[in-house]
Protein backbone atom coordinates (compact mmCIF):
# COMPACT_ATOMS: atom_id res chain seq x y z
CA UNK A 1 0.00 0.00 0.00
CA UNK A 2 1.59 3.57 -0.86
CA UNK A 3 2.21 6.27 1.53
CA UNK A 4 -0.55 8.51 -0.27
CA UNK A 5 -3.00 5.60 -0.19
CA UNK A 6 -2.07 4.81 3.61
CA UNK A 7 -2.57 9.02 4.44
CA UNK A 8 -5.84 8.83 2.57
CA UNK A 9 -7.62 6.23 4.84
CA UNK A 10 -5.81 7.98 7.69
CA UNK A 11 -7.41 11.22 7.20
CA UNK A 12 -10.93 9.88 5.92
CA UNK A 13 -11.05 8.29 10.03
CA UNK A 14 -10.03 11.19 11.58
CA UNK A 15 -12.46 13.27 9.24
CA UNK A 16 -15.47 10.56 10.24
CA UNK A 17 -14.47 11.09 13.81
CA UNK A 18 -14.82 15.05 13.71
CA UNK A 19 -17.45 14.79 11.17
CA UNK A 20 -20.54 15.81 14.38
CA UNK A 21 -18.37 18.49 15.39
CA UNK A 22 -17.52 19.98 12.02
CA UNK A 23 -21.71 19.94 11.50
CA UNK A 24 -22.09 21.15 14.66
CA UNK A 25 -20.08 24.54 13.90
CA UNK A 26 -21.62 24.59 10.13
CA UNK A 27 -24.91 24.90 12.21
CA UNK A 28 -23.88 27.70 14.40
CA UNK A 29 -22.45 29.47 11.71
CA UNK A 30 -18.91 29.42 12.45
CA UNK A 31 -16.92 30.10 8.47
CA UNK A 32 -14.08 28.28 7.78
CA UNK A 33 -12.02 31.44 7.41
CA UNK A 34 -13.01 31.78 10.81
CA UNK A 35 -11.28 28.60 12.04
CA UNK A 36 -8.03 29.18 9.87
CA UNK A 37 -7.53 32.61 12.00
CA UNK A 38 -8.32 30.34 15.24
CA UNK A 39 -5.50 28.13 13.96
CA UNK A 40 -3.05 30.96 13.23
CA UNK A 41 -3.93 32.67 16.74
CA UNK A 42 -3.21 29.61 18.65
CA UNK A 43 0.10 29.22 16.71
CA UNK A 44 1.27 32.54 18.09
CA UNK A 45 0.35 31.33 21.05
CA UNK A 46 2.82 28.52 20.54
CA UNK A 47 5.28 30.43 20.16
CA UNK A 48 4.38 32.42 23.12
CA UNK A 49 4.52 29.88 25.76
CA UNK A 50 8.38 28.79 24.45
CA UNK A 51 9.54 32.47 24.48
CA UNK A 52 7.80 32.59 28.05
CA UNK A 53 9.46 29.24 29.02
CA UNK A 54 12.81 30.61 27.84
CA UNK A 55 12.40 33.77 30.11
CA UNK A 56 11.04 32.57 33.07
CA UNK A 57 12.07 28.96 33.06
CA UNK A 58 15.09 27.25 33.42
CA UNK A 59 17.64 25.01 31.68
CA UNK A 60 15.68 21.51 33.62
CA UNK A 61 12.33 23.16 33.33
CA UNK A 62 10.68 21.60 30.66
CA UNK A 63 7.26 22.04 31.56
CA UNK A 64 6.68 24.76 28.62
CA UNK A 65 7.83 22.57 26.10
CA UNK A 66 5.22 20.24 27.31
CA UNK A 67 2.20 22.51 27.50
CA UNK A 68 3.57 24.18 23.90
CA UNK A 69 3.17 20.55 22.52
CA UNK A 70 0.14 20.40 23.80
CA UNK A 71 -1.45 23.54 22.19
CA UNK A 72 0.59 22.37 18.47
CA UNK A 73 -1.62 19.76 18.83
CA UNK A 74 -5.36 21.49 19.86
CA UNK A 75 -4.09 24.03 16.83
CA UNK A 76 -3.46 21.22 14.77
CA UNK A 77 -6.88 20.06 14.46
CA UNK A 78 -8.17 23.57 13.09
CA UNK A 79 -6.36 22.97 9.99
CA UNK A 80 -8.44 19.91 9.54
CA UNK A 81 -11.86 21.27 10.67
CA UNK A 82 -11.42 24.50 8.27
CA UNK A 83 -11.74 22.73 4.95
CA UNK A 84 -13.98 19.98 6.26
CA UNK A 85 -16.04 22.98 7.77
CA UNK A 86 -15.77 24.51 4.06
CA UNK A 87 -16.58 21.36 2.52
CA UNK A 88 -19.93 20.20 4.68
CA UNK A 89 -21.17 23.68 4.49
CA UNK A 90 -20.56 24.38 1.22
CA UNK A 91 -18.39 27.27 1.74
CA UNK A 92 -15.61 26.24 -0.28
CA UNK A 93 -13.94 28.91 -2.11
CA UNK A 94 -10.64 30.07 -4.29
CA UNK A 95 -9.89 32.46 -1.51
CA UNK A 96 -10.64 30.17 1.64
CA UNK A 97 -7.99 27.54 -0.25
CA UNK A 98 -5.24 30.75 -0.70
CA UNK A 99 -6.13 32.24 3.01
CA UNK A 100 -5.60 28.81 3.98
CA UNK A 101 -2.68 27.89 2.72
CA UNK A 102 -0.84 31.31 3.57
CA UNK A 103 -2.23 31.36 7.21
CA UNK A 104 -0.95 27.57 7.19
CA UNK A 105 2.81 29.01 6.57
CA UNK A 106 2.67 32.12 9.12
CA UNK A 107 1.16 29.39 11.46
CA UNK A 108 4.54 27.05 11.11
CA UNK A 109 6.56 30.36 10.82
CA UNK A 110 5.75 31.10 14.61
CA UNK A 111 5.70 27.58 16.02
CA UNK A 112 8.97 27.60 15.04
CA UNK A 113 10.14 30.58 15.76
CA UNK A 114 9.27 29.63 19.42
CA UNK A 115 11.20 26.37 19.33
CA UNK A 116 14.17 28.55 17.99
CA UNK A 117 14.05 31.04 20.64
CA UNK A 118 13.70 28.68 23.55
CA UNK A 119 16.78 26.20 21.90
CA UNK A 120 18.73 29.44 21.68
CA UNK A 121 18.17 31.06 25.13
CA UNK A 122 18.69 27.88 27.06
CA UNK A 123 22.18 27.09 24.70
CA UNK A 124 20.83 24.20 22.60
CA UNK A 125 22.65 25.74 20.35
CA UNK A 126 23.09 22.86 17.79
CA UNK A 127 19.58 21.88 18.46
CA UNK A 128 18.27 25.52 17.24
CA UNK A 129 20.40 25.34 13.69
CA UNK A 130 18.27 22.01 13.09
CA UNK A 131 14.84 23.35 14.04
CA UNK A 132 15.71 26.24 11.66
CA UNK A 133 16.92 23.72 9.02
CA UNK A 134 13.76 21.99 9.38
CA UNK A 135 11.72 25.19 9.14
CA UNK A 136 13.51 25.34 5.40
CA UNK A 137 12.46 22.25 4.83
CA UNK A 138 9.15 22.75 5.86
CA UNK A 139 8.97 25.75 3.99
CA UNK A 140 10.02 23.97 0.73
CA UNK A 141 8.06 21.26 1.00
CA UNK A 142 4.83 23.49 0.74
CA UNK A 143 6.46 25.55 -1.77
CA UNK A 144 7.77 23.02 -3.94
CA UNK A 145 4.24 21.30 -4.23
CA UNK A 146 2.29 25.12 -4.77
CA UNK A 147 5.15 26.03 -7.65
CA UNK A 148 4.44 22.37 -9.53
CA UNK A 149 0.38 23.06 -9.16
CA UNK A 150 1.01 26.25 -10.53
CA UNK A 151 2.25 24.52 -13.97
CA UNK A 152 -0.15 21.97 -13.28
CA UNK A 153 1.75 19.04 -11.77
CA UNK A 154 0.09 17.43 -8.59
CA UNK A 155 3.18 16.53 -6.88
CA UNK A 156 1.95 15.47 -3.09
CA UNK A 157 4.77 12.54 -2.82
CA UNK A 158 7.17 12.55 0.63
CA UNK A 159 7.55 11.35 4.23
CA UNK A 160 7.14 15.33 5.99
CA UNK A 161 3.64 16.92 5.02
CA UNK A 162 1.89 19.84 7.36
CA UNK A 163 0.04 17.28 9.39
CA UNK A 164 3.28 14.63 9.79
CA UNK A 165 5.38 17.91 10.97
CA UNK A 166 2.51 18.80 13.57
CA UNK A 167 1.78 15.48 14.64
CA UNK A 168 5.46 14.84 15.21
CA UNK A 169 6.74 18.30 16.37
CA UNK A 170 3.18 18.38 19.27
CA UNK A 171 3.63 14.40 20.14
CA UNK A 172 7.45 14.98 20.53
CA UNK A 173 7.33 17.87 23.10
CA UNK A 174 4.33 16.55 24.92
CA UNK A 175 6.73 13.33 25.29
CA UNK A 176 9.85 15.94 26.60
CA UNK A 177 7.23 17.08 29.23
CA UNK A 178 6.72 14.05 30.59
CA UNK A 179 9.70 12.43 30.46
CA UNK A 180 10.84 15.88 32.61
CA UNK A 181 8.48 14.88 34.97
CA UNK A 182 9.44 11.64 35.54
CA UNK A 183 13.31 11.27 35.29
CA UNK A 184 13.66 15.32 35.70
CA UNK A 185 14.63 18.25 33.08
CA UNK A 186 18.22 17.79 33.47
CA UNK A 187 18.93 13.51 33.35
CA UNK A 188 22.03 13.13 30.74
CA UNK A 189 23.46 9.97 30.18
CA UNK A 190 27.27 9.35 29.38
CA UNK A 191 29.72 7.02 27.51
CA UNK A 192 33.52 7.02 29.22
CA UNK A 193 35.45 8.83 27.12
CA UNK A 194 33.15 10.62 25.06
CA UNK A 195 33.46 14.33 25.17
CA UNK A 196 29.36 15.29 25.05
CA UNK A 197 26.05 13.21 26.60
CA UNK A 198 24.70 10.74 24.16
CA UNK A 199 21.46 11.49 25.21
CA UNK A 200 20.00 13.96 27.98
CA UNK A 201 15.88 14.81 28.68
CA UNK A 202 15.66 17.59 26.24
CA UNK A 203 16.35 15.07 23.13
CA UNK A 204 13.16 13.22 23.53
CA UNK A 205 12.04 17.14 21.65
CA UNK A 206 15.48 18.08 19.89
CA UNK A 207 16.17 14.26 17.71
CA UNK A 208 12.52 14.45 16.37
CA UNK A 209 13.25 18.01 15.33
CA UNK A 210 16.52 16.79 13.69
CA UNK A 211 14.78 13.73 11.44
CA UNK A 212 12.47 16.66 10.78
CA UNK A 213 15.49 18.72 9.13
CA UNK A 214 16.60 15.73 7.30
CA UNK A 215 13.30 14.15 6.14
CA UNK A 216 11.88 17.42 5.15
CA UNK A 217 13.98 18.47 2.90
CA UNK A 218 15.00 15.34 1.19
CA UNK A 219 10.91 15.38 0.46
CA UNK A 220 11.40 18.74 -1.04
CA UNK A 221 14.43 17.52 -2.79
CA UNK A 222 12.50 14.54 -4.22
CA UNK A 223 9.46 16.48 -5.22
CA UNK A 224 11.56 19.11 -7.13
CA UNK A 225 13.02 15.78 -9.13
CA UNK A 226 9.49 14.37 -9.49
CA UNK A 227 8.57 17.71 -10.94
CA UNK A 228 11.10 17.53 -13.18
CA UNK A 229 10.48 14.02 -14.30
CA UNK A 230 6.78 15.03 -15.00
CA UNK A 231 7.85 18.19 -16.99
CA UNK A 232 10.23 16.32 -19.26
CA UNK A 233 7.27 13.57 -20.57
Known amino acids: MSQIVMRDRLQRGIYTIIDPLVRGLVRIGITPNFITTTGLVLNIGVAIVFIVGAEEGNRGDLRY ?45 FMFLGICYYLVAHHYFLSSLFAFIALIGSMMVSYTRARSEGLGIQNKGGLMQRPERVVLTAVSAIACGITASAIGGDYKLSVPGLPFHVFETMSVFTIPITVMAVLTNITAIKRLVDAKKALDK
Not at 98 to 109: A, C, G, H, K, P
Open 65 to 109: VGWAGGLILFAGLFDMLDGQVARVGNMSSRFGALYDSVLDRYSEL
